[in-house]
Nanobody
């Protein structure tokens, strides 16, 4: 499985942004694709995940309300939409994939995208 994250950039506070994670290789039933982020000087944290087959979603408490994870199976792509961006959303955003329904297991996967930088200016 190979993942390619894109869509980051510099935005002003309050703007919306959609990140993409294009997957190639073997992703099928049982796989979960998720988003994590790492802010400067902080540890990487979970943001959201979506099951590849049923489309069920799970969000971190901090992401609920402004973040939306979705997928387009026809394009093998998972999206993360960020609304009403805040300076504290500034981070490198990574997508990850694993054959699991566990966030912890997902965080330990070997399948990661290269990360895309989101910078929110105040």
């Amino acid at each position: 499985v190979q993942l390619q994250a894109s869509g980051g950039g510099l935005v002003q506070t309050g703007a919306s942004l959609r990140l993409s994670c294009a997957a190639s290789g073997w992703i099928t039933t049982g796989y979960t694709v998720g988003w994590f982020r790492q802010a400067p000087g902080k540890e990487r944290e979970f943001v959201a995940r979506i099951s590849w087959s049923g489309g069920s979603t799970v969000y971190a408490d901090s992401a609920r309300g402004r973040f939306t994870v979705s997928r387009d199976s026809s394009k093998n792509t998972v999206y993360l939409e960020i609304n009403s961006t805040k300076p504290e959303d500034t981070a490198v955003y990574y997508c990850a994939a694993a054959q699991t329904r566990s966030t912890i297991a997902l965080s330990r996967t070997r399948y990661w995208g290269q990360g895309t930088l989101v910078t929110v200016s105040s």
